[in-house]
């Protein structure tokens, strides 16, 4: 049995929660020769370093979105550069060969997008959210 409690965004008390001043004003990651490519942006494995700078999950148990395409697959999805892809269909993903195999099955199965777990990693935006996130993986009809 599945159970789900489904409840109102509280937007004030999102809003005069505290911020860590540590995370205040955070950059997004740079580019480095470890990204790879893939619809939508660039990605690459979470390092221990952005994992603390972020603080969206322990080293290795995800992808750093670097980059992100204006009108591509993650800019529709509302990804941005400092969120971790976490799961692709309930399925981890901790390197982008693993990111890329779970988006080619999804297509061999017929599907034109994929639900994304994706950690938030600015405190600003979105807080402490881990959120799903539909992204596009072929074109509309």
Excluded: H, W
């Amino acid at each position: 049995m599945l159970r789900v409690t489904v409840r109102a965004r509280d937007d004030k008390a999102l809003a005069s929660a505290e911020l860590d001043p540590k995370r205040a004003d955070m950059k997004p990651p740079k580019p480095s020769d470890a990204d790879v490519k893939v619809t939508g942006g660039t990605v690459r494995t979470l390092t221990t370093e952005e994992a603390t700078k972020f603080d969206v999950g322990a080293a290795g148990t995800g992808l750093i979105v670097v980059t992100v395409e204006t009108k591509g697959a993650f800019s529709k999805a509302d990804i941005f550069p400092g969120d971790v892809i976490l799961e692709i269909n309930n399925k981890a993903v901790k390197t982008p060969k693993e990111y890329e195999d779970a988006i080619t099955a999804a297509k061999s199965a017929g599907k034109k997008d994929v639900i994304a777990r994706v950690g938030c990693g600015n405190q600003e935006r979105c807080f402490d959210l881990t959120v799903l996130r539909p992204i596009e993986i072929a074109p509309a009809e």
